[in-house]
């Protein structure tokens, strides 16, 4: 099981990016994906998740109404759209993967027991 974020970068406030989570040698179908960042100096936080049975997607307060997750199948890849950048986004992005047949009520069980890792891409907001 491998997974490999990317499309980090250097982006202005207000700007916009689209992380993508590619995975290789499982199908990404079956398994919730998660997004974490962590920043200089602070603790890993989950930003957002989207489980596998229904789709369902969950975020932190910090990114909601901001940032979007979403799947596609057919590339077996995730995606987190983000937008309306803030230099407090700024941070190293991880995806996270475990898979999952049940539904969740809240992010933080959607997020809490991931099995496989990414290495992460760095977020930066600045002007």
Known sequence: VQLQASGGGLV???DSLRLSCAASRF???SYAIGW???APGKEREGVSCINSS???TYYSDSVKGRFTISRDNAKNTVYLQLNN???EDTAVYYCAAKYTIVTYSTPDECLNGMDYWGKGTLVTVSS
């Open 12 to 14: 202005q406030p207000g």
């Open 27 to 29: 199908a990404l179908n």
């Open 36 to 38: 974490f960042r962590q």
């Open 54 to 56: 229904d789709n369902k």
């Open 85 to 87: 950048l803030k230099p």
